[in-house]
């Protein structure tokens, strides 16, 4: 057991032949000491970026210009106003519209031509402040070495360009004026036309808009606008067709016309009806002949007096006391005025029209009677005798041998009265007229009786009797 373990501790001690150091292991160190000075570079250069960045807080980076206008380090208010001052000659130009009536001048301002120079400083502020630290970082880095322009944005109002141009057009157009056709006592006649003038404004701002909306526009833009002529809806030639077409027709309507009436005939002179024809606008602008109602309505009075025909009442036919009959109402006539004018009116104008006219009838209407056949008819068989009396007087010269007293009674007699008529003695008896046959005679009136021959004396007798 010794023997074996003395070779065991042999074994153990023998002394181990030291191993040769590995190469792969000095590159890693070299490659972790690099990645790590890479490290700390990098954070060193981050760290002087971001410190950078602080510097420009709310300022123009380094490399941004506008318009030639360098603008690092401005801030917003700074730059708006450095940006204004580079873009002024943007809104102090004029359109100038060049008329045959003169130049006519429209500032840019009042359209509102302006360079956006708010929204460019906003640009600016922005410009290599966009995408995450390392993206700031480079596009900082490519800022300062090459810089970047910040492009200008063009600002007008098209409506209010168009408007500018309309409004500075108008005072020197000019409405067309139409021929007017006017009546005089001669006859009609016409005052002349006048041709206006107008200016396109919808193609002269488009052409002033074409030049305005280049931001290099002349301080001046220069647009030729030409006049328009605006002819009148009536002119000279048209108003004078009218004066001949209305004199024409005057003259075909002043002719002879025939008014008829049941085989009876008025005839009216052209020279007459010449006198009812004046010329006036019938409400459509244009003059015509028209007539004139009133005139013939004062001419047809003498054929009223011919037409007329009082209503006839029934009348009753008695034997003994008795109703035994009536004998039939009848309508009268008279002209109707209006309608026979209007007749006569519409003829004299249709001649004027080229048509020919027969005789104008005559308009007539209805008078019904007092009393209809119909209303006889029912109230006769009502009606009864009252009493009946005989008057005596002497026939003498006071009392016209009688005639005064009889005639009044002949006259009266056979008057009928319907329910609720009035008699009244002087109107059922009519004028008294020597040629009635009424003479001299004594004359009563109350207590006092006058024998010296009033006309009609004597009657007294009848009406008292009655």
């Not at 016409?190 to 003038?197: E, P, Q, V």
């Not at 009806?273 to 602008?285: L, N, Q, S, V, Y």
């Not at 008819?377 to 009864?384: A, E, N, T, V």
Request: hydrophobic fraction near 45%; proline fraction near 6%; include cysteine.
């Amino acid at each position: 057991m010794r023997g074996a373990m003395a070779i065991a501790d042999e074994v153990l001690i023998q002394p181990v032949e030291a191993a040769a150091p590995s190469r792969p292991r000095i590159w890693l160190r070299l490659a972790a000491g690099f990645v790590l000075g890479l490290v700390l570079v990098g954070g060193a250069a981050a760290a002087g970026l971001y410190a950078w960045d602080q510097s420009y807080e709310a300022r123009v980076l380094p490399g941004v210009t506008a318009a030639g206008v360098n603008l690092a380090g401005m801030d917003r208010a700074q730059a708006t106003a450095a940006l204004d001052q580079a873009y002024q000659s943007v809104t102090s130009g004029t359109v100038v519209l060049q008329t045959p009536d003169g130049d006519l001048s429209v500032p840019y301002s009042q359209f509102g031509r302006r360079v956006d120079t708010a929204a460019m400083a906003d640009a600016a502020l922005r410009a290599g402040r966009d995408g995450t630290m390392a993206e700031r970082a480079l596009g900082q880095l490519r800022l300062a070495l090459t810089g970047t322009n910040i492009e200008p944005n063009l600002l007008f109002d098209e409506r209010a360009l168009a408007a500018a141009v309309a409004a500075a057009l108008h005072p020197f157009e000019r409405a067309p004026i139409d021929a007017q056709v006017v009546a005089s006592p001669t006859g009609p006649s016409f005052l002349a036309s006048r041709t206006g003038r107008g200016y396109d404004s919808a193609a002269a701002s488009a052409a002033a808009l074409a030049i305005v909306n280049r931001l290099d526009a002349p301080a001046e833009a220069r647009v030729l606008t030409p006049a328009v002529d605006i002819v009148p809806a009536r002119n000279d030639a048209n108003a004078q067709a009218e004066v001949n077409a209305a004199l024409f027709a005057a003259d075909r309507m002043d002719t002879k016309l025939i008014v008829a009436f049941r085989g009876q005939e008025w005839k009216f002179k052209a020279a007459r009806i010449r006198k009812w024809i004046h010329f006036a606008d019938e409400g459509t602008g244009t003059v015509r002949p028209m007539v004139n109602l009133t005139a013939i309505t004062k001419a047809l009075k003498p054929i009223a007096k011919d037409v007329k025909r009082p209503p006839l009442s029934a009348a009753f036919f008695r034997a003994r006391g008795r109703v035994v009959g009536v004998a039939a109402s009848r309508d009268g006539l008279r002209l109707d005025v209006t309608a026979t004018a209007a007749a006569v009116a519409q003829a004299i104008a249709d001649r004027g029209r080229g048509v020919a006219s027969a005789p104008v009838k005559v308009q007539v209407e209805k008078v019904p009677p007092k009393v209809t056949t119909e209303e006889a008819q029912k109230k006769g068989p009502l009606m009864q005798r009252l009493g009946m009396w005989k008057t005596w007087f002497p026939v003498s010269e006071r009392n016209f041998f009688g005639a005064n007293i009889w005639l009044p009674a002949r006259i009266i007699d056979k008057t009928v009265l319907y329910p609720g008529q009035r008699f009244e003695w002087w109107s059922a008896l009519g004028p008294v007229t020597s040629s009635r046959g009424f003479g001299p005679g004594g004359f009563i009136a109350g207590n006092h009786t006058e024998p010296t021959g009033a006309l009609g004396g004597g009657m007294c007798s009848s009406s008292t009797t009655l």
